[in-house]
């Protein structure tokens, strides 16, 4: 039988990541799992201008940790969480370098995420978060795609 105890899910809290939680809670339930869910701050995706009015990434940080109980609560909102013991993590760095050594650190047994379902040049210029979690990642990753994606032919 498969053991799975802790389940992690990265989350940008978008719609897309957000897709993937219903799959994450009913193996939570099915299993006994605890959940995580993991949120990267990638301060590579800042703006220029964001620096050059004195922001730092220090104090978006701080800014981003102050509010993300409350985006937490938002993203688990509408989600059948019952008897489910859930963890929220914050991280900085180049997401899917942490979502792995987060995963490896930590003993998690599945990670379930969302997909942006990018393609084309942005996908080339971007890359894909999720494709490198699922090639890299040290156990089973199963991606949900947003039901309203389409897949078109370029």
Same mark, same amino acid.
């Given at each position: 039988? +498969?053991?799975?105890? $802790?389940?992690?899910?990265?989350?940008?809290?978008?719609?897309?990541? $957000?897709?993937?939680?219903?799959?994450? %809670?009913?193996?939570? $339930?099915?299993?006994?799992? &605890?959940? +995580?869910?993991?949120?990267?701050?990638?301060?590579?995706?800042?703006?220029?201008?964001?620096?050059?009015?004195?922001?730092?990434a220090k104090e978006?940080?701080? !800014? @981003?940790?102050?509010?993300?109980? /409350?985006?937490?609560?938002?993203?688990?909102?509408?989600?059948?969480? &019952?008897?489910?013991? *859930?963890? %929220?993590? @914050?991280?900085?760095?180049?997401?899917?370098?942490e979502i792995i050594?987060? /995963? !490896?650190?930590?003993? *998690?047994?599945?990670? =379930?995420?969302?997909?942006?379902? !990018?393609?084309?040049?942005?996908? %080339?210029l971007l890359g894909? +978060?999720?494709? $490198? +979690?699922? !090639?890299?990642?040290?156990?089973? =990753?199963?991606?949900?795609?947003?039901?309203?994606? &389409?897949?078109?032919? @370029?």
């Amino acid at each position: 039988m +498969v053991g799975i105890k $802790k389940i992690l899910i990265p989350t940008d809290f978008s719609e897309y990541s $957000k897709s993937a939680l219903p799959y994450a %809670a009913d193996f939570a $339930k099915k299993y006994g799992a &605890k959940l +995580v869910l993991l949120h990267i701050f990638d301060e590579e995706l800042f703006s220029p201008i964001f620096f050059e009015v004195g922001g730092s990434a220090k104090e978006y940080y701080d !800014r @981003l940790q102050d509010r993300f109980e /409350a985006a937490t609560d938002d993203f688990l909102s509408g989600i059948d969480t &019952k008897g489910i013991e *859930i963890e %929220a993590e @914050l991280g900085n760095g180049t997401p899917f370098v942490e979502i792995i050594k987060f /995963a !490896r650190e930590n003993g *998690i047994d599945l990670i =379930v995420m969302g997909t942006h379902g !990018r393609s084309g040049i942005t996908h %080339a210029l971007l890359g894909s +978060v999720t494709e $490198k +979690v699922v !090639r890299k990642a040290p156990c089973p =990753v199963m991606v949900v795609r947003h039901p309203e994606f &389409k897949f078109e032919m @370029l």
